[in-house]
Structure formats: C-alpha cells, structure tokens
C-alpha cells in the first residue's frame, strides 16, 4: 500500500479512504427555501423595480428587524435574485428605448 502511496503521490489514509468508499460527511446545515424570500424580493421590486440586490437587501433588512425576524444574508439575496430572474431593470427598458452605444 505504501509503494502505491508513494508513487500516486497521495497519503497513505487518504487512498484508504478511497478504497472504501466511505461517504463524506457533508459539513454545514441544508440551505433554507428560498420561496419565502422570493416573494418578498418580488413585493419589493414591484414598486421599485430599478433597485438591485443592495438596496432590496437593505429594505429586507429593514422589514425583518421591524417585524423580530432574523434579516436574510446579502449573499443570499443575491443569489435568489439572479436565479429567480429578479434583476433589476434597466431605466432604458422601463422606458422603452435603448441606450446609446449598447448595440
């Protein structure tokens, strides 16, 4: 096993491990649902639909606290919002021409 070791390049428990398949341990806890936050990013950007993750992060923040909930991470309101397809509308878009030199 040492000779394989060595010439693998690896530790000797690491190849062991690998040899019996031991699942890792997955550390961290499961992500929450991300439904709840949709729908409150989505409330926000319905009056406001120039606001990007920053500002409807900090309105969350806002309304959590207001309410004694724990406020959701920037990261995660980020994350819900460019997967979700809440990004922010351009003011171009919203009023229906273009901008000039993006063509």
Do not use: F, W
Request: net charge positive; with cysteine; proline share 7%.
């Amino acid at each position: 096993m040492k000779a394989v070791a060595d010439v693998i390049g690896v530790s000797r428990s690491n190849l062991i491990e690998r040899l019996q398949g031991r699942p890792k341990k997955r550390l961290g806890r499961p992500p929450l649902p991300d439904d709840e936050l949709v729908a409150d990013i989505k409330a926000v950007i319905a009056g406001l639909p120039t606001y990007g993750y920053r500002r409807v992060h900090a309105i969350l923040k806002r309304q959590a606290l207001a309410a004694g909930r724990k406020p959701p991470n920037h990261k995660r309101v980020y994350r819900v919002m460019s997967t979700a397809s809440c990004s922010i509308a351009t003011l171009a878009a919203l009023r229906g021409g273009t901008t000039v030199g993006l063509q």
